[in-house]
T-cell receptor, first 114, second 113 residues
Framework: EAQVTQNPRYLITVTGKKLTVTCSQN?????MSWYRQDPGLGLRQIYY???????DKGDVPEGYKVSRKEKRNFPLILESPSPNQTSLYFC?????????????FGPGTRLTVL | KQEVTQIPAALSVPEGENLVLNCSFT??????LQWFRQDPGKGLTSLLL?????REQTSGRLNASLDKSSGRSTLYIAASQPGDSATYLC????????????FGTGTRLQVFP
């Protein structure tokens, strides 16, 4: 089944404890991205990747890191999480560019930083 | 700077009604526009993608139109069903042919039996 998977789905952590949220897609998509969703602010793009080893900042990249060492994986890293990073996170992928192709979203990761 | 607005923020209708959801954007120089559906606790599902050269796209009971000159898109849902209850979001590239997407804040739809 074609899908985007994220792990974990739920995470509660404390300020400053490094964490990684994994994202994997099995559709051989070149484009992958991360979003956060907050009430009243909607979905905002954090980082995106056009292909392996190619990443770029979205609208809210501060406090996040990403890497794209393999085509199928695009982990989101929070080196020192803070309470303002409490949010619902989505990973997405598309065949080529993010704006020209249909995007496929993962189920989301709900993160709480205490 | 591109801004995307969706009105209304919430909508509650009885089953069977035809309804229209609105999406407005400030910069008309868009490459395309996408409509998504989000169910509670789940990710987004792409419904329709309209290219800038198109005026509308149809999928089953859904019809999306695009009027670039006025900066508007509408999603028409025919004969609504309780299973249509979800949040509907529209998204456009932040500027022409960029990979940065900007989303509206969505319209939360409830269809009651």
């Amino acid at each position: 089944e074609a899908q985007v998977t994220q792990n974990p789905r739920y995470l509660i952590t404390v300020t400053g404890k490094k964490l990684t949220v994994t994202c994997s897609q099995n559709m051989n998509h070149e484009y992958m991205s991360w979003y956060r969703q907050d009430p009243g602010l909607g979905l905002r793009q954090i980082y995106y990747s056009m292909n392996v080893e190619v990443t770029d900042k979205g609208d809210v990249p501060e406090g996040y890191k990403v890497s794209r060492k393999e085509k199928r994986n695009f982990p989101l890293i929070l080196e020192s999480p803070s309470p303002n990073q409490t949010s619902l996170y989505f990973c997405a992928s598309s065949f080529s560019t993010g704006f020209a192709d249909t995007q496929y979203f993962g189920p989301g990761t709900r993160l709480t930083v205490l | 700077k591109q801004e995307v607005t969706q009105i209304p923020a919430a909508l509650s209708v009885p089953e069977g009604e035809n309804l229209v959801l609105n999406c407005s954007f400030t910069d008309s120089a868009i490459y395309n526009l996408q409509w998504f559906r989000q169910d509670p606790g789940k990710g987004l599902t792409s419904l329709l993608l309209i290219q800038s050269s198109q005026r509308e796209q149809t999928s089953g009971r859904l019809n999306a139109s695009l009027d670039k000159s006025s900066g508007r898109s509408t999603l028409y849902i025919a004969a609504s069903q309780p299973g249509d209850s979800a949040t509907y979001l529209c998204a456009v590239p932040r500027s022409y042919n960029t990979d940065k997407l900007i989303f509206g804040t969505g319209t939360r739809l409830q269809v009651f039996p």
